[in-house]
């Protein structure tokens, strides 16, 4: 390793504070200026980023302590939370809640620089202060220790990982594609081109509805059977980066709350209701936490019908959910929703059209999986030069 070099931050990338125009002032906002805050990067897993939900103008640009960063700039988020990142696709600005590194491009290479953060987020985290929340300060930015090889080195080794990351991308959007066809084959069949003759019932006489345990924390398990929270749910399936378990020898206990492949989950109290998950065959065995419910057919349509139907009912009706202390649906009003029952041939080859998209889906998800682990093993050994890439 002795062509590898230590230098601080500041010697290979000028570290750049964001700001925010006054919200007050309406000339400033709504331009054609991409303005990031960190919540843009929440749940952002991409490694170009073009702009985040809003826009300044040129007056925004110059009443306020914004800067325009340059394509190419490392965009890190200092708090709340410190450790999102993503490069700048385009010329983009960002809130106070950034320090953004502009490489030297004679040192540091953008894409080795992203990574590198991505290997050392807790690192990261440990340098935040502050009481109300962590924040890692300009200063402390330009001080951090970093270990680079040459240039050459750096690029290959960042060529390794976006390749990993640019499959991974490629499957998650096949996988969007997949669900939106089979989506708008629904809505075609089932809603657009809906038959007069099609009887409708009651949701209650189409399948029931499943409450979840509230387990305790106290119980949790580094390893066991897999319990379902609501924070788990990602894009319309359970993700297993965060899950908990029990003791295997507890689960007969709780068997009234085993999960079943295709179960339709939904969030029904708090700031994430109407959040929706599928229960795919990765995740099994498992079990349903609280504030969800879990809809499951009779048998006289299928699940994957069922699940399609949900979705629409789920998505034209958010704005009937009440309570006093919380946001919540009532179990009673679900019930009382009307559901298509399409004749039994329309309704197998949708059937089957649905089976093979899921098992597709699931494939593809397994497939992420492996190449996650592979990215995540592969990349702190890359960065500290352990496992070393030929140029």
Excluded at 238 to 248: K, Q, S
Aim: proline share 3%.
């Amino acid at each position: 390793m002795g062509e590898w070099r230590e230098y601080k931050i500041s010697d290979i990338a000028d570290v750049i504070g964001g700001g925010t125009p006054k919200t007050s002032v309406d000339e400033y906002w709504n331009g054609d200026i991409p303005w990031l805050a960190p919540r843009d990067l929440t749940g952002y897993d991409k490694v170009y980023i073009s702009h985040g939900d809003r826009f300044i103008t040129e007056e925004g640009l110059k009443k306020s302590s914004t800067k325009l960063m340059p394509k190419g700039s490392v965009l890190l988020t200092s708090r709340a939370p410190i450790g999102y990142v993503a490069i700048a696709q385009n010329e983009i600005c960002t809130n106070q809640g950034f320090k953004s590194l502009v490489p030297k491009k004679d040192l540091c290479y953008s894409e080795f620089l992203y990574y590198w953060i991505k290997s050392n987020v807790d690192y990261l985290q440990q340098l935040g202060t502050g009481t109300t929340f962590t924040e890692i300060s300009g200063s402390v930015v330009k001080n951090i220790d970093i270990l680079l090889p040459p240039l050459k080195e750096q690029k290959a080794i960042a060529e390794v990982l976006s390749s990993l990351d640019d499959k991974i991308d490629l499957l998650h959007r096949q996988n969007k594609t997949l669900e939106a066809l089979a989506q708008t084959l629904f809505r075609q069949w089932f809603i657009e081109d809906a038959k007069d003759e099609w009887e409708e019932k009651p949701l209650k006489e189409i399948c029931e509805i499943k409450n979840g345990f509230a387990f305790k924390s106290k119980d949790y398990k580094d390893i066991g059977r897999v319990i379902v929270r609501t924070k788990n749910f990602n894009n319309g399936f359970v993700n297993l980066d965060d899950v908990v378990y029990i003791d295997l020898e507890e689960e007969q206990e709780y068997i009234k709350y085993k999960l079943q492949q295709y179960d339709f989950l939904l969030v029904m109290v708090g700031a994430s209701i109407g959040k929706s998950s599928i229960v795919t065959s990765d995740i099994l065995p498992a079990l349903q936490n609280q504030n969800m419910w879990n809809f499951r057919s009779l048998g006289n349509i299928s699940q994957h019908y069922l699940n399609f139907a949900l979705k629409n009912i789920v998505q034209e009706n958010l704005g009937s959910a009440s309570g006093s202390a919380r946001d919540f649906f009532q179990k009673g009003q679900f019930y009382k929703f009307l559901i298509t029952i399409p004749d039994k041939e329309k309704l197998n080859i949708f059937d089957e059209y649905a089976n093979n998209t899921y098992n597709k889906l699931e494939v593809n998800r397994k497939q992420i999986k492996t190449l996650e682990n592979m990215r995540n093993t592969l990349l702190p050994k890359l960065m500290s030069g352990e496992v070393r890439v030929e140029i």
